[in-house]
């Protein structure tokens, strides 16, 4: 006979782990949008509130964001929205540039028809009105470009590593793509990037790919540089 408890158990098991993975996109989503400023302090008491959770629950989605380098915690002032350095973008974008480099080209090698397809449908999805409505949307539909990218470029090991930087970098991103006149000079370089890997051509796509992140890692260190000087 079946021991209940056991079954009970295992739904419960996996109510809270459903509600931790819930707290903490919650959380992150707020930190990446913008609602949750860097150097912010987070209480946990507003935070299990507004969330209608338990504290535990809350802390361990902090304890999650942390490790993805979305939070720091301060003694004797708890967790707060970590705040990214001038020197934190230049060693993010010099790693980003290295590994969506091989991505890309693992993508022109590897990827089926129907992956090329999809990365060419969702770079047209970027460029429609939908796309860019609030900076959520807009992150959102550059993140599905990247997903479908680390799909199918061959490599688990790549896709797991730009995943877990995909975060702290996306807090930089919303500043490069918030600059003027970027989102169309970023569609016109992965157009290209695209244009290479339908022909095949990893060389081409890898080199492209490394252009597109250096030029982001431009915009960001212009714009710490203007904070700096103001």
């Known amino acids: 006979m079946e021991d209940l408890s056991e079954s009970l158990d295992m739904d419960l098991s996996r109510e809270v782990v459903s509600l931790r993975q819930r707290a903490t996109d919650k959380i992150r989503e707020a930190i990446l ?57 230049n060693e993010l974008y010099e790693v980003r540039g290295a590994l969506e480099s091989l991505a890309c080209a693992g993508f022109a090698r590897n990827a089926s028809e129907a992956q090329i397809a999809r990365l060419r449908a969702s770079l047209e999805f970027l460029r429609t009105p939908q796309a860019s409505t609030t900076p ?13 990218l680390l799909e199918g470029c061959g490599n688990r090991v790549i896709g797991d590593i730009l995943t877990q930087l995909n975060n702290r970098v996306s807090v930089l991103r919303r500043v490069s793509l ?29 080199q492209l790919a490394a252009a597109h992140v250096a030029r982001a890692a431009e915009i960001v260190r212009a714009s710490f540089q203007q904070r700096a000087a103001s």
């Open 178 to 206: 918030g600059s003027p006149g970027r989102l169309p000079q970023t569609l016109a370089e992965l157009e290209e990037v695209v244009q290479a890997i339908e022909r095949r051509d990893a060389q081409t796509a890898a």
């Open 33 to 89: 949008t913008g609602r949750f400023a860097p150097g912010q302090r987070l209480v946990e008491r507003d935070l299990w509130q507004s969330l209608g959770i338990s504290r535990t629950v809350v802390r361990e989605a902090l304890q999650h964001l942390q490790a993805e380098g979305l939070i720091t915690m301060i003694p004797y002032k708890g967790p707060v929205v970590a705040t990214l350095s001038l020197q934190d973008a």
């Open 136 to 148: 959520k949307d807009l992150l959102d539909a550059k993140n599905a470009f990247y997903a479908t």
